[in-house]
């Protein structure tokens, strides 16, 4: 029987309510609205703070077009205990509601019905969805059988009138019944694997169209539909159509233009590529009783299928596609069946194994070009095959890589490897799982407590943390400490490990007893609230009974309001936070095309020969694609098209080109015989892209290794950014915290976050890793910019000069004041007196004419930026052009460090020299600072004297002179004339510079 969908709500408690009887208390009760359906939870008397704990359910519908797709909440005040006031309410989309186990308690703040209402607190509700299989209906009572000659006056009086039984008589066509599964339907002409999904989890709408037990009949009729989105290929990868909420959502719920619609790709951004398409379906009467293969034979290439499975029929289900870049009207397509007991790789075949062979024109191949529907196979006799003739089912047509058919063929370009195929992947959902040490208890000991000290390890997975010794007192120890772990859902590891340890002076550390954890039973959080703490009992870890040891007092939870950081912070392409019910909608979608790659460098030697296997990995967000692998070739096309979904417009898309090697390890191994090679890399940041425009830019690939700076390449991409929200909304956006708020009320220390971020990358490496065809680890590493933390001479210059070119500005500025007041331009510098003039006497337009100034110079600047390309990486700027080779092979050099003692001397007596250099400037500004200090803290007591007098001084003449008078009288003593004017430095910093610092208390 089909599951009913249920929208649970747990109304737990409010905060801070108004008073509304009139005697500083409010007695309130909620009423929730969903679709129509209304539920009322009891009353509290007289309290501010109420506490329900009532659980209300909702039917799941399809969406009312008169209900939308909310749930309100209202508060109000019991009428029977005073008048029926508003308190409040509270507004929720269905796109934030999640499945059961995703749940978490939520505060909403409560809203007003208007302006002039009064309205404070919040309310704390728990909202997810649920499956409930209804029980079986009773079995009906056994009918009574009457005897013929009975009369059925009883049964006349029990009958209804007729004007209720027509209200109660059921409509005249019935509702169709459910079907039993809601997923689409597989069959051979549409496969769709679940592994090539374009779609990610949060855009799969399963549906189930079943209607809830106490729909009407009307209400039936309307959802007994088929639920399920309709799947569209685009570019070798399934895309569902656009959809307008998350996956928790439209698991339950039918799709609904409730919020703007995210167009689906149109495959417009690449070129199309045509292909023979060639569909070997099965065979009959065939003179064998073996397994037969098919060989084609079309554009100078010979392929070979698979033996059939022996059936009713002879059946392959095998697709070839043949590239046409040079279409030729004239070529033959040769398709042939061989016996195979005999049949050999070679075109030239004995004749007692020819089976029969068909040949067409490949002019009078018919073309497909999606949406239109796929071209039926059928039946065809087979010829030459001596007397008994067969029959081969199959379809011929010519169609492009949009063709639904595409990712599952044989293709020429990948010589038919079975790991070269589009693929999408999903990051696995990570967690900070905060778990708080507070305390242990009954941990004695029979060695004095002045001798041994506890502490507590914590282990998941392979993430082990420790909190800090503590000494134990009466068999308590206290330490109230945070340690934050990664984990990923589906969760792999199912138990959080505490270890209480003893640490001895004599002797060597010691488990005392330790508590498991399930990761099932801990609480999620979506805010800093506190959740209740529990106590866990310590056992023996190494006796075979349960041993008590003590117990343990935690606090955990999975933080749901923190973004979990797997990407450099400066470069990262998502910044929402775990918990969905904290998503925001769309702002919009990225489409990317791939199209191709040209004069890519050979990465291997295969038979004396250079050769590259080019694949191309994109990641934005939670969703990784990787492009086919184009066997042995260095301007390898994929035009293949991806979409996805924009939250935030200051994110970046990060693609890598890698060379796959895909001869596998000895004995069989899954493991390749060596990792695939790094190619390039190229980024684009979504806040830097037209809205509706589309870029169709060349990347330079560049690789930096220890030999130098090589150039690998050229990737050509093209890009589109398409906004779906209107414009207020997007520009909203620009004002609103990139990080999710979590992140500002309780943040994570910068080392902390380092540590957790490598822990991440590990998760998600992993992950990925079991996928197949796999993203390697080297992959992974590379996309995230794993191993960009190491310590880079090359990279110190570099930050440098950014340095200096960010306050070039304010350089080039005061070169031109001191110019100016040199008078070398002489009308220049009257005009700035006139300027100057002007401010001083009109103060009010020292700030609008700032404003303006800076709104020339970006009006101005304007016609400089880049219209067409987009920005690449700089060789320049990172200094990979003049780099010494010893400075590039420490900066690849991993730790610990392999290289000679000489080597790392010499590195170390250069690093020794940089940081003299440092401490220099760093002890040159220290000593400014403490010289502004010591104006007024009386270190040197003269020139803390004068200072503190000439204030009196400056302050006594300044409120008796016109302040506009004092500063124009400073201002034309600053810009005058240079022949009034001496060459020493001025007495003001003659004075400063003799004014005491620390530096000389320094050891």
């Known amino acids: 029987m089909a599951a009913v969908h249920k929208l649970v709500v747990e109304v737990v408690d409010a905060r801070n309510l108004l008073p509304k009887d009139g005697h500083g208390a409010s007695s309130p009760y909620v009423v929730l609205d969903f679709h129509g359906q209304r539920r009322k939870t009891r009353t509290v008397i007289r309290d501010l703070n109420p506490v329900w704990n009532d659980t209300l359910e909702f039917n799941v519908v399809q969406a009312s077009e008169v209900f939308g797709d909310m749930l309100e909440c209202d508060v109000f005040h019991d009428r029977n205990l005073g008048r029926n006031n508003f308190l409040g309410r509270v507004k929720l989309s269905s796109r934030q509601f999640v499945k059961k186990g995703e749940e978490a308690l939520i505060y909403y703040p409560l809203e007003k019905k208007n302006w002039f209402t009064w309205i404070q607190g919040e309310i704390g509700l728990r909202i997810y969805f649920v499956d409930e299989i209804p029980p079986p209906p009773p079995p009906p009572p056994p009918e009574e059988v009457k005897a013929p000659d009975q009369p059925s006056a009883m049964s006349d009086e029990k009958s209804p009138p007729a004007s209720e039984a027509e209200t109660t008589a059921p409509p005249l066509e019935p509702p169709p019944p459910p079907p039993t599964e809601s997923k689409v339907p597989e069959s051979p002409e549409n496969p769709i694997p679940q592994s090539e999904t374009h779609a990610s989890q949060e855009d799969i709408n399963s549906a189930d169209p079943s209607p809830p037990v106490d729909q009407r009949p009307d209400q039936m009729m309307a959802s007994a539909a088929p639920g399920f989105v309709p799947l569209v290929r685009v570019n070798s990868i399934i895309s569902p159509k656009p959809i307008t909420r998350a996956s928790s959502v439209s698991s339950f719920t039918s799709d609904r233009s409730d919020t703007p619609q995210l167009e689906r790709s149109s495959f417009d951004l690449v070129e199309k590529m045509h292909y023979l398409f060639v569909r070997v379906v099965k065979a009959r009467s065939l003179p064998t009783a073996g397994r037969p293969v098919v060989k084609i034979a079309a554009s100078g290439c010979h392929v070979i299928s698979n033996p059939a499975r022996k059936t009713t029929f002879f059946d ?15 070529a033959i397509l040769e398709i042939s069946v061989w016996d195979p007991l005999n049949a050999t790789s070679s075109y030239d075949m004995a004749g007692h194994d020819f089976l029969g062979g068909i040949c067409f024109d490949v002019g009078e191949i018919p073309l497909r070009d999606p949406p239109d529907s796929s071209l039926a196979p059928q039946w065809y006799r087979l010829e030459g095959g001596g007397a008994h003739r067969g029959d081969l089912m199959l379809a011929t047509w010519i169609g492009t890589q949009a063709d639904e058919s595409f990712p599952d063929a044989w293709k020429t370009d990948t010589a038919g490897n079975p790991s070269s195929k589009s693929k999408v992947y999903q990051s696995p959902k990570l967690w900070y799982l905060r778990s708080t040490v507070i305390e242990a208890q009954d941990i004695g000991t029979i060695i004095p407590l002045k001798e041994s000290s506890f502490q507590i390890k914590v282990q ?12 134990s007192s009466n068999g308590t120890s206290t330490w ?12 792999t590891e199912n138990n959080l490990t505490f270890l209480l340890i003893e640490n001895r002076q004599s002797k060597s550390h010691v488990i005392v007893g330790a508590a498991t954890v399930p990761l099932a039973s801990i609480e999620r959080r979506v805010d800093d609230r506190n959740v209740v703490s529990r106590w866990f009992t310590l056992e023996d870890p190494t006796a075979e009974k349960r041993v008590y040891k003590g117990r343990i007092h935690l606090r955990l939870c999975f933080d749901g309001g923190y973004h979990v950081m797997d990407e450099g912070a400066h470069f990262c392409s998502d910044y929402r936070p775990t918990a969905r019910q904290l998503w925001k909608p769309p702002i919009g979608t990225l489409e990317l095309g791939i199209i191709g790659c040209k004069n890519l460098l050979p990465m291997k030697t295969i038979n004396g020969k250079g050769s590259t296997d080019a694949y191309a990995v994109a990641k934005y967000g939670n969703k990784w694609i990787r492009t086919r692998t184009i066997t042995d070739s260095l301007d390898p096309k994929w035009n293949e098209q991806y979409t996805w979904r924009v939250y935030d417009p200051s994110t970046v898309l990060t693609l890598g080109v890698f060379d796959g090697w895909e001869v596998f390890g000895p004995n069989g191994s899954d493991e390749p015989a060596r990792p695939d090679s790094r190619i390039g890399k190229a980024r684009i940041r979504v806040s830097t892209l037209a809205i509706g425009k589309v870029y169709r830019s060349v990347f330079p690939l560049f690789l930096l290794s220890r030999f130098g700076l090589k150039k690998m390449g050229e990737i050509e991409l093209a890009v589109r950014f398409a906004r779906v929200t209107p414009t207020l909304d997007f520009l909203h956006v620009y004002s609103q915290p990139l990080l999710p708020m979590m992140h500002h009320l309780k943040p994570i220390d910068m080392v902390q976050q380092d540590v957790l971020r490598n822990n991440a990358v590990k998760i998600v490496s992993a992950h990925l890793l079991r996928s197949e065809p796999p993203l390697r680890h080297e992959v992974v590493t590379y996309m995230l910019d794993a191993d960009s933390h190491m310590f880079s001479m090359r990279k110190v210059r ?28 002489s009308m220049g510098t009257l005009l700035l007196h006139a300027l100057f003039v002007l401010l001083v006497w009109f103060p009010d337009l020292i700030v609008p004419t700032l404003a303006f100034y800076v709104f020339v110079i970006g009006a101005w600047n304007y016609r400089f930026h880049s ?22 092979d420490e900066e690849f050099d991993g730790l610990p460090c392999m290289r000679p003692e000489e080597m790392v001397r010499a590195r170390y007596d250069k690093l020794r020299m940089f940081g003299a250099r440092v401490q220099t400037v760093l002890g040159d500004l220290a000593t400014q600072g403490e010289r502004v200090q010591a104006l007024v803290t009386w270190r040197d007591p003269r020139a803390t004297g004068i200072f503190v007098g000439l204030c009196f001084v400056v302050a006594f003449i300044l409120y008796l002179v016109p302040s506009k008078m004092a500063a124009m009288a400073f201002g034309f003593y600053y810009l005058r004339h240079p022949i009034f004017r001496d060459r020493k430095p001025s007495p003001a910093l003659n004075f400063f510079r003799r004014l005491p610092s620390l530096v000389d208390r320094m050891l």
């Open 316 to 330: 392959w289900d095998q697709t070839f596609a043949f590239n046409r870049d040079a279409p030729d009207s004239s």
């Open 460 to 471: 998941l997975g392979f993430q082990v943390q420790k909190t800090k010794s503590m000494f």
């Open 480 to 491: 109230n400490e945070d340690l934050i772990f990664i984990a990923a859902e589906p969760f």
């Open 798 to 825: 570099a930050n440098w000069l950014r340095i200096i070119n960010v306050i070039a500005g304010v350089i080039d500025l005061f070169r031109w004041i001191d110019d100016t007041r040199s008078w070398k331009n």
């Open 867 to 888: 219209k067409a390309t987009l920005p690449h990486f700089d060789t320049k700027i990172s200094l990979t052009e003049s780099i010494d080779r010893d400075e590039l």
